[in-house]
């Protein structure tokens, strides 16, 4: 992006939000009374004239020095190209039955959420509730109680960092965040580089679990596809299961309802189009489905796990130490599988920013 206009705030409005690019991760919000973010959305309120502003210095959306934060928050020895940052890939699943039960998958980020408060990593992390049916709204966690209330997925987009910016700026605790990947890029940027005046809150981050994402969906164009499909039934889970089943999987007191996957890509929010990162680089360690030839029976009962940091590592080997994690071996062709479905989409994203923006123009540098 050119450098005239395009430090001022308003140009996060033009540039950004106008231009359908806003992730409505919350980054730019908290941080002065222009910006809100309502029900998925982020909303400038009134035109800034500013010259520069923390709004763009921290927005996962305008032009970023990748190779930078990867210099700054990471070992260099353990970079990669497909997936950024990589100390190891582990399959698990909590040990704990009441998580196993209520959580997503294996219920790892549950798990490995939990024992991050109960051994004082953290004192409060942000995650996602649903305020209203497929309606996420974030919220901070403060013990085991609160986190085992904010289980499962969310298929809609909860402003995590907003959330963070306010609870950062209160109170004195560390804190960590559940993120998806433009979540966490938007936190990355703020810890390589806060502005002085936020120096002393982003401290305050101690942790980042990152979430695998490839998409997420408009929440209202997901709850009147849902619902319809229900008619009426109360839903207990929903997932999507890997690409040859083609649908969402919606579980409620009668049985599982399949949703065909045509009608769930309908609800893509448009921004999801230019995004390259799949498994949220920029965290401290990342979370997905599972993927094996034992096929999704199995699967869906296992999480992937990606350890990025010295900070993930170290909860890691925590969770492994203490039986919170069960652990089962990797297929070897994983890693590659993953690397190659991470490649593609920064190639799809990639290509999409050109097109919006033009071939002289990027979003990373």
Request: proline content about 4%; charged content about 25%; glycine content about 8%.
């Amino acid at each position: 992006m050119t450098e005239n206009k395009a430090t001022r705030q308003s140009h996060v409005s033009s540039s950004v939000i106008d231009t359908g690019l806003c992730t409505g991760c919350g980054a730019c919000v908290g941080l002065c009374p222009y910006l809100r973010s309502h029900r998925g959305d982020t909303v400038m309120l009134f035109d800034c004239d500013r010259e520069d502003g923390r709004c763009r210095q921290y927005c996962p959306r305008t032009q970023t020095d990748l190779d930078g934060l990867n210099q700054a928050l990471f070992d260099a020895a353990d970079m990669t190209p497909e997936i950024g940052a990589f100390k190891g890939l582990y399959m698990t699943r909590a040990t704990d039955p009441d998580i196993r039960s209520k959580g997503q998958h294996g219920g790892t980020v549950t798990a490995l959420t939990c024992l991050a408060l109960e051994e004082g990593l953290i004192d409060g992390c942000v995650v996602a509730l649903e305020e209203a049916p497929m309606l996420p709204k974030s919220t901070v966690a403060l013990s085991r109680v609160d986190v085992l209330a904010a289980v499962g997925s969310k298929f809609g987009n909860a402003p995590a960092v907003a959330e963070f910016n306010r609870v950062s700026a209160e109170g004195q605790g560390t804190l960590g965040v559940v993120a998806t990947p433009c979540q966490a890029l938007a936190l990355a940027k703020m810890r390589s580089n806060p502005a002085d005046v936020d120096a002393a809150r982003i401290a305050r981050l101690k942790l980042i679990i990152g979430l695998f994402c490839g998409w997420t969906l408009d929440w209202r164009k997901l709850r009147e596809l849902v619902l319809t499909a229900v008619k009426g039934e109360t839903i207990r889970a929903m997932d999507i299961p890997p690409s040859s089943h083609a649908c969402m999987q919606v579980e409620t007191e009668g049985g599982v309802i399949d949703i065909p996957i045509d009608q769930v890509n309908e609800c893509v929010r448009g921004c999801c189009q230019y995004c390259t990162d799949m498994t949220a680089e920029f965290a401290d360690i990342s979370v997905g489905s599972s993927r094996s030839p034992e096929g999704w029976d199995v699967d869906r009962h296992w999480n992937q796990v990606i350890v990025r940091s010295k900070t993930g590592e170290h909860l890691m080997n925590l969770a492994k130490e203490k039986g919170i994690l069960e652990f089962k071996d990797v297929p070897p062709e994983n890693l590659a599988k993953l690397k190659s479905a991470a490649m593609s989409k920064k190639r799809s994203g990639q290509s999409n920013l050109r097109r919006l923006l033009g071939e002289d123009n990027a979003l990373a540098s």
